[in-house]
């Protein structure tokens, strides 16, 4: 059968996971249209094209993850789960470079268990489901 047409189950944890994935696609375009210090310098008062572009990439991979949860094909999971976790190997260190200083805990809480675990997990579990 076309893995393409065919539906992967979805175990619970994955299920949450894919939300931990996705809530912030849509809650960090939210910050960065209503907030022009989000990706300016303290001073800004206005949004910047850097705003903009971050908000059309998380919008698309978010609708793109929710679209592939809902038809349950593992394909379209997998490799929007690994764009997001290869964008955020990115946006992490450019977060923590480039804005001010966080907490180091809080950094790695959040990027270490809140995406980039969970992420291997789920990859690992639907590169086995694609497997024929």
Known sequence: MNQLAQKT??????????FME?????????WALTDPTFFGTPE???????DWIYTARNL???????LAFYLKNAPMLFILIFIRLF?????GP????FRDQVSEI???IVFLFGY?????????????????
């Open 94 to 97: 450019a977060f923590w470079f």
């Open 87 to 91: 964008t955020d190997l990115i946006d």
């Open 106 to 108: 809080a950094f790695i």
């Open 44 to 50: 800004s008062t206005t949004t910047i094209l850097g």
């Open 60 to 66: 698309a991979v978010g609708f793109a993850l929710i």
């Open 22 to 30: 996705v809530w912030p696609m849509f809650l960090g375009p939210y």
């Open 116 to 132: 980039y675990i969970p992420a291997i997990i789920a990859l690992r579990y639907l590169w086995k489901q694609m497997k024929i």
């Open 9 to 18: 189950h979805i175990p619970w944890w994955l299920t949450l996971i894919i």
